[in-house]
Every structure is written in structure tokens, then in C-alpha cells.
């Protein structure tokens, strides 16, 4: 039997190359977030990515948070970090590290280049730097701190760390070239001063190293073999192998650490941005960095994403060089994929409306067997009770229908749900016109909803027992965003939808979700999947989240396409 043949993508190939070339042993990555917000869908995609890449190569995955810049960061992002990349299933065992534990070894290196002559300190400030940089076609103009002797250099840096300048008087700048056409070689600011105090470090530091500086002596120093970036730190990867071969860390830009970029993923009428979702949450209009309407990896585990779906969404993605969108509707498929014969299929009616049976005996009730579901017998069965009042959804009754309309109005017979046909005889309003009851009489010979004279209904509706469902406050989202209008509108605000959250506050459902815990989820009968919010949901006062409704217009991608 001929043997499948895998496709590797181009990080695969790179790594197998770099292996069979002796450039690295075995292979080890790292995800590498800054602790200054939540993460987010695209975060996943790296996490898994990197956690993947190194187990496939029988190697390790760090986590560690690249903390350098103490304005943003908070232990809070720390913590919320750690358990989403947990939660996502990437093992890191016991190796969670800090940039900030690399500090001293940092500024070892900073002095080690200004004794090679290969950074000196500047006094220009952050505005004259940024004038003296030059363009694209023009050159930048020379520091006149390159001048200063590596004597003066070292005084000059070790008085930035005992605390002696302000913020913003004094830098230290790689020498490399300013007149390279790559603007990220024009002698880069490797250090800053600020006096600030860091939530790993405390007021132990007054410098701080730059990202650019700071990132691959970390790399180095956890023997990371290759630092899997996103395609805009393209350009930075000339200085990332400046500094660690000006540093002394590795001879070659063949050497590891390597930097490898990649695509980021893009999803359509999202948002993504920090900046954005952090407005979002200190104006108040979400709930937190875990709003089930966000695509933080918290909002979407809250909301009843499972680790296995979002796995499976970038599976799907795949790895590319090239800037790509994925449609929303994906990540939907992936989910609904999971839950769809793992899960139990629940009576629940969002907006209530009261049915009368009025031939059914008064205070009798009967048990009903409800299958979990039909696709798949292994979630077994439960029973629900069957009385006289019952409650349907409003909008499965109609005083005056259109044509095709096959649920419940006046005159016609439609069938409950593994229970009984019934027909309704009439209605009652209120003084605003509002349906308040239906009222039906029902076949008695149709138990289990089909009929031994052999006549057809051509609407089926769901229902919950009026005196044993159980109340519960139900959650619909939509987008965030207005998908319509675009995510942004001209002047870069958000295009904010108002309907984005919908809450049933007055729903009923089966009595079996009595002790459903946080995070379970279920699918309710013709309304989607729903999950256990776990901020809200408290015992006797239950709260779900809509995860997705139940049908989509999405189309799996065909075997070739998503893998590049």
C-alpha cells in the first residue's frame, strides 16, 4: 500500500533543513507575549503553532513573557496568559520564564557592546532622534554621542542605571549604520531610561532594554533554536542576528536562535486590537476582557469555546507567508463541529408563551423519554413531564400567518415534540394586545408524535412542563461590530452594532440543567449551543451563553486549500 505523502510547510522545512545541516540538535520554541492585555484568536494561532512545531520535533515550548516595558503591564495579563496557553493545551511542564529575569545578563550584554565600540549613549531626544533618521532615499544624520570613547560610554551608562539621569535625557544606541537602507539599522535605541516601577522587578531597575535588544538575548539565553515571529518583524531580523552576534551569543546568521516569520490570521468583523478592545472595556461597553462577544481566548472559552474547536480553526488556517483573511464563520463551523455529537439536546423556550391543553386532565402529568440525540444513541436518554400548561416560544404562534407558515395558529395541527399532536382552538391578549395564552386540544392517540391514522403535520415545535421547567436568564450575541458598515468607520472608531447582546431574562428550560456547572454546554432544541456562563450563572438562577446558533452557510475548504 502506497504511503500518504504529509506536506510540510515552509517552517517544517526550515527546521528539517537547519536539523539535517547540524544548525541546531533538537528544536525548541517559546511564545513570547507581552503581559499588557488579554490574548485574542490571532495569539492562538502562535501559541498552537509554536507548541506544535516543537513537539512534532520531539523538543520543547517555553512560555515567557517578554516584560521590558514596565507602563503597560500588570500581573493580571500574567495570570490571564498563563491559563489561556494551559487552557489551549500547549505544555510548557515547568518552564513559564520572565524577560525581566534576564535583566542583568541584558546589561551585560549592553556593555559588552559599547566595549566593542558597537553602541554608545546619546543625549538626542526620542523627537530629534526620530528627525535624524533620515528617509527611505536619504540617509540619516550621525549622533553626536557616536564621537564619545568607550570609556565615556561606560560611565556614562552605568550613571543611567544607578539612577543619576530623568527620563528621556539619556539613550543607548547600537552603532551599526545609518545609512543602511533598513531603517530599523539606523543605530536602534537598545536602552531607555525610566523610572517606573515593574511588577516582576519592582524599583530594582531605572533602564530598561528595548524589544528589539531585548528579544533575541532572551531567545539565547533559553537555547530557543527557532523565534517563530509574525511577518512585521520581517525587517527587524537583520538586528535580531546583529545583536546576538555583536553580543557574542552566536557566530552566523545560520545559527540558532533563527527568526522565522509568518502570516498573521485576520478574521473578518472582528476586533482584535488591544488598543481597541482595552476602549472597549475601560468605557464599559462589554463586560470585561472576557465578554462572550470578544475573540479573547478568555471571551471565547466564557462564551463555550472548546480548546479542540479553536485547535481545529487553525489547523484549518494553515501557515502562510502571505497576509490572508479567514472568515468568522469558520471558527462557527469548527465549533459546532465539536458539539454536535458530544452534546445533549435540551428543551429550552427563550421568549415563553403559555399553552393551555385544555382536554388534558387537570393535575395529571406523564413522563416523557427525550433521546439526548439523534445522531448519536451513546448520550443515552432523559425524561421530561408532560402536563396541561406548557410553554412554547412566542414567535411559533401566529393570529393571522403568512403563507408557508406551519407552526401553531388558529385552526391548524402541528406536533410537539416527541410528545403529541395538537391543534389550537384559540388565544387570549392582554389589554396591550399581547398573546397571553393559546389555547388547543390534543390527539391522545399520537404519544410520541406521529399519528396511527397516518395523517401528516407539517410543523413541529419544541415545549417545556409550565409547572417543572426551571427559569434562566439566556444570552444571545452578535457581532461587536455592524458586518454591514465595516469594522471601522472613517475616523478609525469602532462601527459598534447595538444589537450585539440580546438577553431572554424571562426563559425556561429543562429541569435536567438544574446543576449544570460553569462552562458545560448543551444544545437547546432549534436555537444552537449554549454554555454555563461562569461570571453570572449562580445555582437557582442560571445563565447561558449562546456559543452559535445551530446552521451556517460556511463550506469547509477543499483538501489543498489553507495549507501553503
Known amino acids: 500500500m502506497e504511503q500518504e505523502t504529509v506536506s510540510k510547510n515552509f517552517i517544517e522545512r526550515i527546521i528539517e533543513k537547519d536539523l539535517a545541516e547540524g544548525h541546531c540538535e533538537t528544536v525548541k520554541t517559546r511564545f513570547p507575549p507581552e503581559p499588557n492585555g488579554y490574548l485574542h484568536i490571532g495569539h492562538a494561532k502562535s501559541i498552537l503553532l509554536n507548541y506544535?512545531?516543537?513537539?512534532?520535533?520531539?523538543?520543547?515550548f517555553n512560555l515567557r513573557f517578554d516584560d521590558t516595558n514596565p507602563t503597560k503591564e500588570k500581573t493580571e495579563f500574567v495570570e490571564s496568559i498563563r491559563a489561556d496557553v494551559e487552557w489551549l493545551g500547549a505544555d510548557f511542564e515547568d518552564r513559564m520564564f520572565f524577560a525581566s529575569d534576564y535583566f542583568p545578563r541584558m546589561y551585560e550584554a549592553a556593555v559588552c557592546l559599547i566595549k566593542k565600540g558597537d553602541a554608545y549613549v546619546s543625549d538626542l531626544s526620542a523627537d530629534e532622534i526620530r528627525e535624524t533618521r533620515g528617509t527611505l532615499t536619504e540617509a540619516g544624520k550621525e549622533d553626536p554621542g557616536r564621537s564619545r570613547s568607550v570609556e565615556e560610554n561606560l560611565q556614562l551608562f552605568e550613571e543611567m542605571k544607578d539612577g543619576k539621569y530623568e527620563d528621556g535625557t539619556k539613550v543607548l544606541r547600537a552603532r551599526i549604520d545609518m545609512a543602511s537602507p533598513n531603517m530599523n539599522m539606523r543605530d536602534p535605541v537598545i536602552y531607555r531610561v525610566a523610572h517606573m516601577t515593574h511588577h516582576n522587578t519592582g524599583d530594582k531597575w531605572c533602564v530598561y532594554p528595548m524589544y528589539d535588544f531585548a528579544h533575541p538575548i532572551e531567545d539565547a539565553i533559553e537555547g530557543i533554536t527557532h523565534s517563530i515571529c509574525t511577518l512585521e518583524f520581517e525587517d527587524h531580523r537583520p538586528l535580531y542576528d546583529w545583536v546576538l552576534i555583536h553580543a557574542e551569543f552566536k557566530k552566523t546568521e545560520e545559527d540558532a536562535p533563527k527568526q522565522i516569520e509568518f502570516a498573521k490570521m485576520y478574521?473578518?468583523?472582528?476586533?482584535?486590537?488591544?488598543?481597541?478592545?482595552?476602549?472597549?472595556?475601560?468605557?464599559?461597553?462589554?463586560?470585561?476582557?472576557?465578554?462572550?462577544?470578544?475573540?479573547?481566548?478568555?471571551?471565547?472559552?466564557?462564551?463555550?469555546?472548546?480548546?479542540?474547536?479553536?485547535?481545529?480553526?487553525?489547523?484549518?488556517?494553515?501557515?502562510?507567508?502571505?497576509?490572508?483573511?479567514?472568515?468568522?464563520?469558520?471558527?462557527?463551523?469548527?465549533?459546532?463541529?465539536?458539539?454536535?455529537?458530544?452534546?445533549?439536546?435540551?428543551?429550552?423556550?427563550?421568549?415563553?408563551?403559555k399553552v393551555i391543553i385544555d382536554n388534558y386532565p387537570e393535575g395529571q402529568t406523564e413522563e416523557l423519554t427525550i433521546v439526548n440525540n439523534m445522531e448519536n444513541p451513546d448520550l443515552g436518554s432523559h425524561t421530561l413531564k408532560f402536563g396541561r400548561e406548557l410553554y412554547i416560544e412566542r414567535e411559533d404562534f401566529m393570529e393571522e400567518p403568512p403563507k408557508k407558515y406551519f407552526r401553531l395558529y388558529p385552526g391548524n395541527e402541528v406536533r410537539l415534540m416527541q410528545a403529541y399532536y395538537v391543534t389550537c382552538t384559540g388565544f387570549e391578549k392582554d389589554a396591550d394586545g399581547n398573546i397571553t395564552e393559546i389555547h388547543c386540544t390534543y390527539d391522545p392517540?399520537?404519544?410520541?408524535?406521529?399519528?396511527?391514522?397516518?395523517?401528516?403535520?407539517?410543523?413541529?415545535?419544541?415545549?417545556?412542563?409550565?409547572?417543572?421547567?426551571?427559569?434562566?436568564?439566556?444570552?444571545?450575541?452578535?457581532?461587536?461590530?455592524?458586518?454591514?458598515?465595516?469594522?471601522?468607520?472613517?475616523?478609525?472608531?469602532?462601527?459598534?452594532?447595538?444589537?450585539?447582546?440580546?438577553?431572554?431574562?424571562?426563559?425556561?428550560?429543562?429541569?435536567?440543567?438544574?446543576?449544570?456547572?460553569?462552562?458545560?454546554?448543551?444544545?437547546?432544541?432549534?436555537?444552537?449551543?449554549?454554555?454555563?456562563?461562569?461570571?453570572?450563572?449562580k445555582e437557582g438562577a442560571l445563565v447561558f451563553n449562546r456559543i452559535v446558533s445551530l446552521k451556517s452557510s460556511f463550506k469547509l475548504p477543499t483538501a489543498n486549500e489553507g495549507k501553503q
Open 52 to 60: 506544535g512545531l516543537a513537539k512534532e520535533y520531539g523538543g520543547k
Open 445 to 537: 392517540a399520537t404519544k410520541g408524535g406521529d399519528s396511527p391514522d397516518g395523517r401528516k403535520v407539517k410543523g413541529t415545535i419544541h415545549w417545556i412542563s409550565a409547572a417543572d421547567a426551571i427559569p434562566a436568564e439566556v444570552r444571545l450575541y452578535e457581532n461587536i461590530v455592524d458586518e454591514a458598515l465595516g469594522v471601522y468607520n472613517e475616523d478609525g472608531s469602532l462601527n459598534l452594532n447595538p444589537n450585539s447582546l440580546t438577553v431572554r431574562s424571562h426563559a425556561w428550560v429543562d429541569p435536567a440543567l438544574a446543576g449544570a456547572k460553569a462552562y458545560e454546554s448543551f444544545q437547546f432544541v432549534r436555537q444552537g449551543f449554549f454554555c454555563v456562563d461562569a461570571k453570572d450563572s
Open 267 to 353: 478574521l473578518t468583523n472582528v476586533v482584535t486590537g488591544k488598543r481597541y478592545i482595552k476602549r472597549l472595556v475601560e468605557e464599559g461597553i462589554v463586560d470585561g476582557w472576557d465578554d462572550p462577544r470578544l475573540v479573547s481566548i478568555a471571551g471565547l472559552k466564557r462564551r463555550g469555546f472548546t480548546p479542540e474547536s479553536i485547535r481545529k480553526f487553525v489547523s484549518l488556517c494553515g501557515v502562510s507567508k502571505s497576509d490572508n483573511s479567514v472568515d468568522y464563520a469558520m471558527l462557527e463551523y469548527c465549533i459546532r463541529e465539536d458539539l454536535k455529537m458530544t452534546r445533549p439536546r435540551m428543551m429550552a423556550v427563550l421568549d415563553p408563551v
